[in-house]
């Protein structure tokens, strides 16, 4: 019964629960792909401005920056900027789409073989966001689940809560559905690329209202976007959402599985000059924020979670 409900859990977040594989991508050029996200991201700004001031009344920035992310996320989708990055002839991705979702799961990437889950969910594929490789996947995580995170630092903003402990119990609980639902319980894979994606729609969404320089002012009585703040997708995507940088926590079960993949890719790509230039690149643009605050905290009483790069270098020995 319980295996049962367990696969009735994951079939209905299946388009959502997916993972990602920079590991595969890592050794080739794409183009990025920041100009497209970015036209269609400010789009989705317009037309939920329009729609509110459409509506001639009062209405509060904050509901309408919910909006601005409900109308990135999609009325009837996961995400549809997911679903964009996806399947538009715009951008380029690895793999690109001639070869069968089958094909890449079960032939190419790390999660070959690897078991249950991964016959059942999709592998996101990856895009160049400014020079970083992610999957399609966390532009899903940054729509979909910041807009979750703001949702619930509104509620902690409405209990009374300052604005730092309603931010960080956000995020806490944010890494608590990671960890028992979204990812480590049903795949066994702990994404800290996901979790900063999400940390990262938080920001954006606060952002729309709150600071000295908001997305969102008041012109004339109506909303419009602040013309002194652009939006620039390549600030929201940084380096520790490549998941060959800053990879995931895999569970015992899936780690025996995934290893000799890793190695048989991961051996040869850590010597490639395009792949140490990126990792160059990479760490030129990492800095510590909040979020990785938040997770030193959450992790150091659970040891279970401990591990880091030196067990995919170890592989290499």
Not at 56 to 73: F, G, P
Not at 166 to 181: D, L
Not at 182 to 211: H, K, P, T
């Amino acid at each position: 019964m319980k295996k049962t409900l367990l696969l009735i859990l994951l079939l209905s977040s299946a388009s959502y629960a997916v993972e990602t594989d920079q590991f595969l991508a890592g050794s080739h050029v794409l183009r990025d792909s920041s100009d497209s996200i970015n036209e269609y991201i400010n789009n989705k700004f317009e037309a939920a401005i329009l729609k509110v001031n459409e509506k001639k009344r009062e209405y509060a920035c904050r509901n309408l920056a919910d909006d601005v992310l409900s109308e990135i996320v999609g009325r009837h989708s996961i995400s549809a900027l997911s679903k964009f990055a996806g399947t538009s002839a715009e951008i380029e991705r690895y793999p690109d789409n001639s070869i069968k979702m089958h094909d890449y799961i079960n032939d190419l990437s790390i999660y070959a073989r690897a078991g249950f889950p991964f016959g059942l969910v999709a592998i996101s594929r990856t895009i160049n966001v400014g020079g970083v490789y992610v999957g399609t996947d966390k532009l899903g995580h940054f729509s979909l689940i910041g807009r979750n995170y703001y949702r619930a630092y509104l509620k902690n903003l409405d209990k009374g809560l300052s604005k730092k402990e309603a931010e960080k119990a956000a995020v806490v609980k944010g890494i608590g559905q990671e960890i028992h639902f979204l990812g480590y319980m049903l795949g066994g894979v702990l994404s800290y690329g996901d979790l900063e994606a999400n940390f990262q729609g938080l920001q954006f969404a606060i952002s729309m209202c709150e600071g000295e320089n908001p997305y969102l002012i008041k012109k004339n009585g109506d909303w419009i976007k602040n013309p002194e703040r652009t939006f620039d997708i390549k600030n929201i995507i940084n380096p520790k959402m490549d998941e060959s940088y800053k990879p995931p926590f895999w569970s015992p079960r899936i780690w025996r599985r995934i290893a000799p993949n890793i190695k048989n890719v991961y051996c040869d790509l850590k010597e490639n000059p395009l792949y140490i230039e990126r990792m160059k690149f990479y760490e030129s643009k990492i800095s510590i924020n909040k979020n990785d605050d938040y997770l030193k905290d959450f992790f150091k009483d659970r040891p279970k979670f401990d591990r880091n790069l030196e067990n995919i270098d170890s592989l290499c020995k």
